[in-house]
C-alpha cells in the first residue's frame, strides 16, 4: 500500500513562513490534499490537487507537489493556525484513502 | 451550507456491534461518493471505507475489511456503517466524510462520532 510520510512537528514563530512536508513514491504524479484539524475539532480542508485553496481559506495556506515531495506552505504564521496537519492521496489502484502521519505545528 | 452529521456512536463490549449513521444537508448524499475516516485516542487520521456515487463499488481499509459493512440508504439519503466483531482497537472518533473528484479530496467532514470498545 502506498505510504506517505510527514515529520511529527514543526515550529515556526509568529509572521514567519512554516513548511510542512510529505513525501511519498512518485508523489509528484498524485493528487495531495491538506487538512488542518485543530485541537477536539473535526478536519477541514486547506489544500486540494496540490494548490488549490477551498473558499474561505486565507491566501497564506499554498501548496506545491513533485518528485518525491509535496510541501504545504503558510505564510506570515499567526497562532490560529497552531493545529495538526495532515496531507492524503487517493491511491487509484487499490480504491483507497491514504493519509500521512501528521505533523504537529506549533506557532513559538 | 454543507453539513454532514454523525449519530449511532457509544460504548460498546469487545466482539460486539454498533451502526453508525450519517444524514447530509446542503447535498444529496444518496448520489455522491462517500468515505468513513476514523482517528484513535492521541493518533492521526486512518481512512476506512468508501462507497461510490452509485453503490456498486466499496471499499475498506485492510484493518476493518469482513468486519464493517459501508451501506447506503437512498430513500432515507443516509449513509450507514456497520460494525461487527468489535475490538479494543476499533476505539475512535469515526469522521463521514464526502469523497471529491477524481482527485479524492474528503470534504465536507461530519463532527464526528465517538466509538468506545471496551468490557
Known amino acids: 500500500s502506498y505510504v506517505l510520510t510527514q515529520p511529527p512537528s514543526v515550529s515556526v514563530a509568529p509572521g514567519k513562513t512554516a513548511r510542512i512536508t510529505c513525501g511519498g513514491d512518485n508523489i509528484g504524479r498524485k493528487s495531495v490534499h491538506w487538512y488542518q484539524q485543530k485541537s477536539g475539532q473535526a478536519p477541514i480542508l486547506v489544500i486540494f490537487?496540490?494548490?488549490d485553496r477551498p473558499s474561505g481559506v486565507p491566501e497564506r495556506f499554498s501548496g506545491s507537489n513533485s518528485g518525491n515531495t509535496a510541501t504545504l506552505t503558510i505564510s506570515r504564521v499567526e497562532a490560529g493556525d497552531e493545529a495538526d496537519y495532515y496531507c492524503q492521496v487517493w491511491d487509484s489502484s487499490s480504491g483507497q484513502g491514504v493519509f500521512g502521519g501528521g505533523t504537529k505545528l506549533t506557532v513559538l | 451550507e454543507v453539513q454532514l452529521l454523525e449519530s449511532g456512536g457509544g460504548l460498546v463490549p469487545p466482539g460486539g456491534s454498533l451502526r453508525l449513521s450519517c444524514t447530509a444537508s446542503g447535498f444529496t448524499l444518496s448520489n455522491s461518493a462517500m468515505n468513513w475516516v476514523r482517528q484513535a485516542p492521541g493518533k492521526g487520521l486512518e481512512w476506512v471505507s468508501f462507497?461510490?456515487?452509485?453503490?456498486?463499488?466499496?471499499n475498506y481499509a485492510e484493518s476493518v475489511k469482513g468486519r464493517f459493512i459501508i451501506s447506503r440508504d437512498k430513500s432515507q439519503n443516509t449513509l450507514s456503517l456497520q460494525m461487527n466483531s468489535l475490538r479494543a482497537d476499533d476505539t475512535a472518533i469515526y469522521y463521514c466524510?464526502?469523497?471529491?473528484?477524481?482527485?479524492?479530496?474528503?470534504?465536507?467532514w461530519g463532527q464526528g462520532m465517538v466509538v468506545t470498545v471496551s468490557s
Open positions: 490537487y496540490d494548490s
Open positions: 466524510v464526502k469523497n471529491n473528484g477524481p482527485g479524492g479530496w474528503f470534504d465536507p
Open positions: 462507497i461510490s456515487s452509485s453503490g456498486g463499488t466499496t
